[in-house]
């Protein structure tokens, strides 16, 4: 994983590991040509993003164990797809974002300065 950058182009730090997110399940949001769903921007979800998620058919709260995916409830930390933040950002209810642990790729789809209005890792 020491080729994965943030988008700050520093070493990607891990997202979380309880629970264990990423689309490889490391604990970071690296990603590879086979996530195509781009499992790269480092989330905190609210109740407000997880209820907006679930409106528009993307249900994170509730538990899949046989996927090995307990559910998320409001503070869990999440590698979440670009394009999902970018649609949620642009519906007002985009979670906060940590910046260090959030992949580069995401710069594909998202502007930079909607992240940095949204992080929580800037001082």
């Given at each position: 994983?020491?080729?994965?950058?943030?988008?700050?182009?520093?070493?990607?730090?891990?997202?979380?590991?309880?629970?264990?997110?990423?689309?490889?399940?490391?604990?970071?949001?690296?990603?590879?040509?086979?996530?195509?769903?781009?499992?790269?921007?480092?989330?905190?979800?609210?109740?407000?993003?997880?209820?907006?998620?679930?409106?528009?058919?993307?249900?994170?709260?509730?538990?899949?164990?046989g996927f090995?995916?307990?559910?998320l409830v409001?503070?869990?930390?999440?590698?979440?797809c670009a394009?999902?933040?970018?649609?949620?950002?642009?519906?007002?209810?985009?979670?906060?974002?940590?910046?260090?642990?959030?992949?580069?790729?995401?710069?594909?789809?998202?502007?930079?300065?909607?992240?940095?209005?949204?992080?929580?890792?800037?001082?």
């Amino acid at each position: 994983m020491s080729d994965q950058r943030n988008v700050f182009g520093e070493a990607l730090e891990t997202c979380s590991t309880d629970p264990i997110t990423g689309f490889t399940r490391t604990g970071c949001c690296e990603t590879g040509a086979e996530d195509v769903g781009s499992h790269t921007v480092c989330v905190e979800v609210t109740d407000e993003f997880l209820n907006y998620s679930r409106s528009v058919g993307n249900d994170l709260s509730t538990p899949m164990p046989g996927f090995g995916f307990p559910g998320l409830v409001a503070g869990d930390r999440w590698c979440l797809c670009a394009a999902r933040w970018q649609e949620a950002f642009e519906a007002g209810c985009a979670p906060r974002v940590i910046l260090t642990a959030t992949h580069e790729r995401c710069l594909e789809i998202i502007e930079l300065d909607a992240l940095k209005a949204h992080a929580l890792d800037l001082v």
